[in-house]
């Protein structure tokens, strides 16, 4: 039997890249997408010299064409998606009244509308065949406000809740859309939220000041963490699961 083939955006970024390897490990073929070429390819290159079946294409999720043109591609060379990771995501910080507009248009580009083009495309080509399954990497700030990421929280709600729309109305063709909502993880783009070597100290002890809980199981994750999340809500051990939001923060936003 050919193993299945998912696509995972974002893939050489710290959780992309996580999500693709546990993936690839656990016997999927993996078309690991990124804007960046050079990155992604350095990426794959050693998942392949570690015997993975993963394969490298370059695309920008903010275009429509371009994502057609990518599914396409991949599909003609490596076979059906029947997995789809939507993890490309930027950051752009700043208080919600001083936002500039290409902040706010950059940041829903590829955090809202890449979610839409991506899974569009993907989903479009798995309605025929019956079969498929989605999970969105949005964040805990969907649901929690942040000082200074309005953009950003902004965007994962959208996609938070497109993705749930989404699966609601292709549950009748067997395609399941889940959500994971990851917290502080030991990512460059959590360490460049802060000075150097202080990243974790600070997610984990939190900032009263501004009205942010720390975590309370005392650590941040690992995108390995995060990918575990995802494979499992990928996986057919949650074969009756769509539309949910599994938040995995360690406890940061107390339950909510």
Not at 73 to 99: C, F, K, M, S, W
Not at 172 to 198: K, Y
């Amino acid at each position: 039997m050919e193993e299945p083939l998912a696509l995972v955006t974002g893939a050489a970024g710290g959780i992309g890249a996580a999500v693709t390897r546990l993936l690839a490990e656990r016997q999927l073929k993996v078309a690991a997408v990124d804007l960046e070429g050079s990155s992604i390819e350095e990426t794959v290159a050693k998942m392949r010299a570690d015997g993975l079946d993963v394969t490298a294409f370059t695309a920008d999720v903010t275009s429509s064409p371009a994502v057609e043109l990518l599914v396409q591609q991949v599909e003609d060379e490596l076979g059906p998606i029947e997995q789809l990771v939507n993890a490309a995501g930027v950051l752009r910080q700043g208080a919600a009244h001083t936002l500039s507009d290409e902040d706010w248009a950059a940041t829903f580009a590829v955090n809202t509308t890449g979610v839409f083009h991506t899974s569009r495309t993907v989903v479009n080509r798995m309605i025929p065949r019956g079969r498929g399954a989605v999970v969105t990497v949005a964040s805990n700030a969907a649901g929690t406000a942040r000082a200074g990421m309005a953009a950003y929280a902004a965007s994962k709600a959208a996609a938070t809740a497109f993705t749930k729309c989404l699966g609601l109305e292709v549950s009748a063709h067997g395609i399941r859309c889940n959500v994971v909502a990851p917290g502080s993880t030991d990512t460059p783009m959590l360490r460049g939220m802060h000075a150097a070597d202080s990243a974790a100290k600070k997610s984990i002890a939190g900032d009263p000041a501004a009205f942010r809980a720390g975590i309370p199981l005392g650590k941040v994750a690992t995108p390995h963490d995060i990918a575990e999340a995802v494979a499992f809500l990928l996986s057919d051990a949650a074969g009756h699961i769509t539309m949910h939001e599994l938040t995995v923060d360690g406890g940061a936003t107390l339950g909510v």
